[in-house]
T-cell receptor
Framework: DSGVTQTPKHLITATGQRVTLRCSPRSGDLSVYWYQQSLDQGLQFLIQ???????AKGNILERFSAQQFPDLHSELNLSSLELGDSALYFCASSPVGPADTQYFGPGTRLTVL | AQSVAQPEDQVNVAEGNPLTVKCTYS??????LFWYVQYPNRGLQFLLK??????LVKGSYGFEAEFNKSQTSFHLKKPSALVSDSALYFC????????????FGSGTRLSIRP
């Protein structure tokens, strides 16, 4: 158990809908990262937050957004969902610096029908 | 721009034999290098990392990796493979000189046959 929690574990929804994925980092970790893992594209970095502020952006679509709240939990919002958004979405957390290990949550499996 | 390559999609090894999972990287400065393992329907688990110092890094479950600056490689190794080592392995790199994002390789599926 990494100490990172993600809810829900599974999510099934229809095209055009909007969903919110939630992540609680390890106690004391200030950074939260979001990743998308699909069969054909491997693990793609989406976005990083550090202590409530956006720190780095990866291949995140405009339909997707995230935020980190004062209690350091984070939410990833996915809107206007398409079939191709079906994937595993992972959250990871780390303490502070770039050398710090990222600890991954168990993931949310999103299925768009 | 930083990048990481795992040239083998799959590695097959007999139980008890040594295993190597290859990783090469490209960064503009000095790298931080990581290995993670993913078991089916699970999140990624940290195995080991190289920050500085000794080029041979020892990690969890008997794995080790050797940082080779001249070859820009960070291959994962284990002297004697176990069937339970069968999983998906990811190499990742981050450039020390900036707060740049971490880049993951495409993953290598390791299959250990009894």
């Amino acid at each position: 158990d990494s100490g990172v929690t993600q809810t829900p574990k599974h999510l099934i929804t229809a095209t055009g809908q909007r969903v919110t994925l939630r992540c609680s980092p390890r106690s004391g970790d200030l950074s939260v990262y979001w990743y998308q893992q699909s069969l054909d594209q491997g693990l793609q970095f989406l976005i990083q937050y550090y202590n409530g502020e956006e720190r780095a952006k990866g291949n995140i679509l405009e339909r997707f957004s995230a935020q980190q709240f004062p209690d350091l939990h984070s939410e990833l919002n996915l809107s206007s969902l398409e079939l191709g958004d079906s994937a595993l979405y992972f959250c990871a957390s780390s303490p502070v610096g770039p050398a710090d290990t990222q600890y991954f949550g168990p993931g949310t499996r999103l299925t768009v029908l | 721009a930083q990048s990481v390559a795992q040239p083998e999609d799959q590695v097959n090894v007999a139980e008890g034999n040594p295993l190597t999972v290859k990783c090469t990287y490209s960064v503009s400065g000095n790298p931080y290098l990581f290995w993670y393992v993913q078991y089916p329907n699970r999140g990624l688990q940290f195995l080991l990392k190289y920050i500085t110092g000794d080029n041979l890094v020892k990690g969890s479950y008997g794995f080790e990796a050797e940082f080779n600056k001249s070859q820009t490689s960070f291959h994962l190794k284990k002297p004697s493979a176990l069937v339970s080592d069968s999983a998906l392995y990811f190499c990742a790199v981050r450039d020390k000189s900036s707060a740049s994002k971490i880049i993951f390789g495409s993953g290598t599926r390791l299959s250990i046959r009894p």
